[in-house]
């Protein structure tokens, strides 16, 4: 299958300063791509939808000038974690699905995750 | 918006054993239902995945089944092994659009 690829896979950094996660899609084009948080023994919940070359997309309750989301180009999407604060600390995992052209039933492939923690 | 409810959020069954896990949700537009096997610290797997033109799919060890009607979907593995054990998560796609809304996520354990 098609591969995502997420970096940093883990972070440790101080309150206040700020973090970039990146994902690529190795193997295919994303115009579209997916920013998901998970807290421990959680669920997956969408935070953005990161669009190429236009504004991403935000789901209700999430900052936007708290997470920037930059869709560049059509294999990079980055999430910065502005400020961030021990509240933040979580897993951030991205992913994509089909590429352009094709509908809306194929996987969805997830990148390896970043897991923040701010001390 | 789309809601995904999952049930149980922990299963533990004895290997050999089947294992069967409900979800429902709430946007009848939704098309497209996967489900993900994660383990921990790791990122989520697809293991079977249905559209909403059929009724049920079966890969082996699993099956997935889908009632438009009731608007839930089922994961159902037979023959459970150790290796099962796993957080999985059932998802839907937003009236066929490219986002998915994951489920709360089950536990499931399969002793030896």
């Known amino acids: 299958g098609a591969v995502v690829s997420q970096h940093p896979s883990r972070v440790i950094c101080k309150s206040g300063t700020s973090v970039k996660i990146e994902c690529r899609s190795l193997?295919?084009?994303?115009?579209?791509m997916f920013w998901y948080r998970q807290f421990p023994k959680q669920s997956l919940m969408l935070m953005a939808t990161s669009n190429e070359g236009s504004k991403a997309t935000y789901e209700q309750g999430v900052e936007k000038d708290k997470f920037l989301i930059n869709h560049a180009s059509l294999t990079l999407s980055t999430l910065t974690v502005t400020s961030a604060h021990p509240e933040d600390s979580s897993f951030y995992i991205c992913?994509?699905?089909?590429?352009?052209?094709?509908?809306?039933?194929?996987?969805?492939?997830f990148g390896q995750g970043t897991r923040l923690t701010v001390v | 918006g789309e809601n995904v409810e999952q049930h149980p959020s922990t299963l533990s069954v004895q290997e050999g054993d089947s294992a069967v896990i409900k979800c429902t949700y709430s946007d009848s537009a939704s098309n497209y239902f996967p489900w993900y096997k994660q383990e921990l610290g790791k990122r989520p797997q697809l293991i079977i995945d249905?559209?909403?033109?059929?009724g049920e799919k079966k890969d082996q060890r699993i099956a997935v089944t889908l009632n438009k009607t009731a608007k839930h979907f089922s994961l159902h593995i037979t023959e459970t092994q150790p290796e099962d054990s796993a957080v999985y998560f059932c998802?839907?796609?937003?009236?066929?659009?490219?986002?998915?809304?994951f489920g709360t996520g089950t536990r499931l354990l399969v002793s030896p």
């Open positions: 249905i559209r909403s033109n059929v």
């Open positions: 998802a839907a796609s937003i009236r066929g659009f490219q986002k998915l809304v």
């Open positions: 992913s994509a699905r089909n590429p352009p052209g094709q509908g809306a039933w194929t996987e969805a492939f």
């Open positions: 193997d295919f084009q994303a115009t579209t």
